[in-house]
T-cell receptor
Framework: DGGITQSPKYLFRKEGQNVTLSCEQNLNHDAMYWYRQDPGQGLRLIYYSQIVNDFQKGDIAEGYSVSREKKESFPLTVTSAQKNPTAFYLC?????????????FGAGSRLTVL | DQQVKQNSPSLSVQEGRISILNCDYTNSMFDYFLWYKKYPAEGPTFLISISSIKDKNEDGRFTVFLNKSAKHLSLHIVPSQPGDSAVYFCAAIRGAQKLVFGQGTRLTINP
């Protein structure tokens, strides 16, 4: 069954700690994305990668880092430099459907900083 | 700069009636517009899209209308069902660029 797997689903972190969120897809999609969802602000793009070993900053990349060593995997590290990391994080991958860039999303990871 | 805006944070509709979700955009160069539906603690799922060269696209109970002169699109759900209660995001894209999402509208269908 093809899809995107995000783990962990819930994560708690102490201030000053780095944490890494996992995202794996078996859809054979080239592009992958990380979004952050906050109440009233919709989905904001953190980083995206269109091919292996390449990635670009999104609108709110500060305090985050990513890697894309394999087509299937796009982990996101939330560093201690991220001032307000408590949020719901969504990973997605994309293919073109009838010309539209349709994203398939994972189930999300909720990060809470204690 | 918010290129895609959903000005209604929430909408409440009675079961069986029509739900109309609205979205405005500022960039006239967008090629495609998409609607996603999201349940709590889950990822959004793709619902329906429309090309900028069309003014209407229909899929079952869901119809999206595009008014390019007004830079406005809307999603109509007829008839509304309890399972339609969710947050709806509109999104837009130009060429191979990244999707731009609106803030979302929480739809509640009342029995």
């Amino acid at each position: 069954d093809g899809g995107i797997t995000q783990s962990p689903k819930y994560l708690f972190r102490k201030e000053g700690q780095n944490v890494t969120l996992s995202c794996e897809q078996n859809l054979n999609h080239d592009a992958m994305y990380w979004y952050r969802q906050d109440p009233g602000q919709g989905l904001r793009l953190i980083y995206y990668s269109q091919i292996v070993n390449d990635f670009q900053k999104g609108d709110i990349a500060e305090g985050y880092s990513v890697s894309r060593e394999k087509k299937e995997s796009f982990p996101l590290t939330v560093t201690s430099a991220q001032k307000n990391p408590t949020a719901f994080y969504l990973c997605a991958s994309s293919t073109a459907v009838s010309g539209a860039n349709v994203l398939t999303f994972g189930a999300g990871s909720r990060l809470t900083v204690l | 700069d918010q290129q895609v805006k959903q000005n209604s944070p929430s909408l409440s509709v009675q079961e069986g009636r029509i739900s109309i979700l609205n979205c405005d955009y500022t960039n006239s160069m967008f090629d495609y517009f998409l609607w996603y539906k999201k349940y709590p603690a889950e990822g959004p799922t793709f619902l329906i899209s429309i090309s900028s060269i069309k003014d209407k696209n229909e899929d079952g109970r869901f119809t999206v209308f595009l008014n390019k002169s007004a830079k406005h699109l809307s999603l109509h759900i007829v008839p509304s069902q309890p399972g339609d209660s969710a947050v709806y995001f509109c999104a837009a894209i130009r060429g191979a660029q990244k999707l731009v999402f609106g803030q979302g509208t929480r739809l509640t269908i009342n029995p």
